[in-house]
């Protein structure tokens, strides 16, 4: 039977097979180098297919082997590409001393920002040996034992001269596979502490803004005067609306980093709790060493998002209450308006009852007197004399004359 296979599935299949543990073999040491994208993600695009080629296996046809391994000069590279950042992992010898070989791709990610370098040295040892933690800052010495007391390690976040961070691990009696998962957990927590920091920076430049934002606000609402008029009205609205717009650009360029520092903060602390560790003497562990650098700074990650939010919410508050206000102040004009309006009608209808009324005296006043003239050219063959015709016309010329005007004021209406 044939179905019709989801567009999908390739790629759930790629991803639930992505980024293999390697078994490893004590002694070795391992190091790895990461790269942050420019553009979105774009630039690893394209050095996915410059690796791919590297690598010996032509161009990656559609994006989904996220991960290329190769040998190099004795050396086990493995480059694998993320969303926002590329890494670039290599094994070697412990006697190995070269932080920047040749001809592993390195050079081909000269355009990327580096933001990490951290270094594994791998010992088949059941504890860490005293010449191995010479070289670290005792006051910032983590150490302690992990995977339930299978393997030591040490490591101080302290980088060299070259940009590298350090881990010591004695391996004891573990397997390859254990060995592999441990080196592996140690390099993620290194990649997700330092990604977890990206927006700590951000968030710091961010603080001064926001508080700008806060006191230009504050000014703004506080020259709002109770009776304003409709131009103070109008030109407040148009402040609160620039500064709604500096606002949401702040929110857009700081959104994701704050969202993305808070997801990478979750995986660590995930990778962190899967080293099941135990102090070693008065020394602290890796996980709390971590936790107290990167948690404070996540807090002030979302503090930062919380300030703009709320200033986003208050300036858009302001608007709609500054809107409403002058939508009032509108209606109430236009109130008084209508009745200025409709005053002035009643005013004009009374003038014209009153035109109407003189004009109805006046016509019938002139017909009158035609009246009059014409009963003077025929008194001798009127019923009754002149005077008393006159008398009896006056009723009648009035109600002709007003039924008249009525009948023409309706037909223009």
């Known amino acids: 039977m044939s179905f019709e296979t989801h567009p999908y599935l390739r790629l759930i299949d790629a991803e639930t097979h992505a980024r293999p543990v390697p078994p490893l073999e004590a002694p070795l040491r391992i190091r790895r180098v990461g790269f942050f ?17 590297l690598a010996g296996g032509g161009p990656a046809p559609d994006g989904l082997a996220r991960q290329l391994t190769f040998e190099r000069d004795g050396r ?53 040996p005293e010449r191995a933690l010479a070289g670290f800052n005792r006051q910032s010495l983590a150490y302690s034992r992990i995977f339930e007391d299978s393997a030591e390690a040490a490591t101080d976040f302290v980088r060299d001269a070259d940009g590298f961070t350090r881990f010591e691990v004695a391996i004891g009696e573990s397997g390859s596979h254990r060995q592999g998962v441990i080196v592996r957990r140690l390099l993620e927590i290194e990649t997700y502490r330092v990604l977890a920091l990206m927006g700590l920076p951000r968030a710091r430049e961010l603080g001064g803004v926001v508080t700008g934002f806060e006191s230009r606000l504050r000014r703004i609402l506080k020259g709002l005067a109770p009776g304003g008029s409709a131009d103070d009205l109008h030109d407040v609205l148009g402040q609160l609306h620039d500064l709604s717009v500096e606002v949401g650009q702040a929110v857009e ?24 560790e135990r102090a070693i003497n008065e020394h602290t562990t890796i996980q709390r060493f971590t936790d107290n650098r990167v948690h404070p700074a996540l807090s002030t990650c979302r503090a930062m998002e919380k300030r703009l939010s709320t200033v986003t919410e208050k300036v858009q508050g302001a608007i709609e209450l500054l809107e409403a206000r002058i939508s009032l102040s509108i209606q109430n004009q236009n109130k008084s308006l209508l009745d200025s309006l409709s ?15 003189l004009s109805i005296i006046a016509i019938s006043y002139y017909a009158i007197g035609l009246l009059g003239y014409v009963y003077q050219g025929v008194h001798d063959v009127l019923p009754l004399p002149k005077e008393t015709m ?9 109600a002709i004359t007003y039924f008249a005007m009525h009948r023409i004021r309706r037909h223009m209406r």
């Open 390 to 398: 006159v008398a009896l016309s006056v009723p009648v010329v009035v």
């Open 253 to 276: 360029r700081t959104s994701f980093r704050f969202a993305a520092t808070l997801a990478y903060g979750a995986v660590l602390d995930e990778r962190l709790s899967r080293l099941r």
């Open 76 to 128: 086990r590279v493995t480059w694998e590409r993320h969303n926002e950042f590329a890494t670039l992992t290599w094994t070697a010898p412990i006697t190995d001393s070269a932080n920047w070989p040749e001809w592993i791709g390195l050079e081909l990610h000269r355009g990327l920002p580096m933001i990490f370098a951290t270094r594994v040295d791998l010992l088949r040892e059941a504890t860490v």
């Open 37 to 53: 994208s420019t553009n979105h993600g774009a630039d690893l695009q394209a050095l996915h297919q410059e690796m791919a080629a």
């Open 343 to 357: 005053e002035t009608a009643r005013s004009q209808f009374r003038l014209q009852q009153t035109v109407e009324g």
